[in-house]
């Protein structure tokens, strides 16, 4: 199966710890993005990445995310010092360039803060 | 303030009838519209999509159906069967930035429910 993956599926931490996830987007798929899904809500959008370029961050929600996507094939999300807040899904997704709008999505990495 | 709404959190049909799942937007700059089916623990599956040059846009028992000055769409599943049964999103985004920067706006989904 060449769909995107995530690891680990889930992630329980305690408040204060840093945690990072890892996405592995569709192989030939150059745009990867993240979201982050919270009970009740749709997917919110995260961070994009156009190869190895991070385009768009302005919507991580604070300076204690960051994502990375090194060589331009998978990409890590980090949040340093975990809050309760920061329990959610975290979805990872990835395109085409230009040419497939459609966004394949992974199976997400459940992330409890206790 | 929710760009992308969908009214009803969840919708109850019978096995072979139809489903229609609706959402409605507000950003004028939104031109390209996606459906996708989430079931738990798993990630959403994209179902179908629309640009605003068009109307309607059919998949076999899919069909999309965009009225632009309403600012409203809605997703149709004939016949409706068991293993439809799944939460259902409605995502947009402006054309011309591909959903990169701007990424996909989602609505907070309808939850379809098929009964036997």
């Known amino acids: 199966d060449t769909g995107v993956s995530q690891d680990p599926r889930h992630k329980i931490t305690k408040r204060g710890q840093n945690v990072t996830f890892r996405c592995d987007p569709i192989?030939?798929?150059?745009?990867l993005y993240w979201y982050r899904q919270t009970l009740g809500q749709g997917p919110e959008f995260l961070t994009y990445?156009?190869?190895?370029?991070?385009?768009?961050k302005s919507r991580l929600l604070s300076d204690r995310f960051s994502a990375e996507r090194p060589k331009g094939s998978f990409s890590t999300l980090e949040i340093q010092r975990t809050e309760q807040g920061d329990s959610a899904m975290y979805l990872c997704?990835?395109?085409?360039?230009?040419?497939?709008?459609?966004?394949?999505f992974g199976p997400g990495t459940r992330l409890t803060v206790t | 303030d929710q760009q992308v709404k969908q009214n009803s959190p969840s919708l109850s049909v019978q096995e072979g009838r139809i489903s229609i799942l609706n959402c409605d937007y507000t950003?004028?700059?939104?031109?390209?519209f996606l459906w996708y089916k989430k079931y738990p623990a798993e990630g959403p599956t994209f179902l179908i999509s629309?640009?605003?040059?068009?109307d309607k846009n059919e998949d076999g028992r899919f069909t999309v159906f965009l009225n632009k000055s309403a600012k409203h769409l809605s997703l149709h599943i004939v016949p409706s069967q068991p293993g439809d049964s799944a939460v259902y999103f409605c995502?947009?985004?402006?054309?011309?930035?591909?959903?990169?920067?701007?990424?996909?706006?989602f609505g907070k989904g309808t939850h379809l429910i098929i009964q036997p």
């Open positions: 997704a990835s395109s085409q360039d230009r040419t497939d709008y459609e966004q394949y």
């Open positions: 192989s030939e798929h150059n745009r």
């Open positions: 990445f156009q190869n190895e370029a991070q385009l768009e």
């Open positions: 950003n004028s700059m939104f031109d390209y």
């Open positions: 629309i640009s605003s040059i068009k």
């Open positions: 995502a947009a985004t402006p054309l011309y930035s591909g959903g990169g920067a701007d990424g996909l706006t």
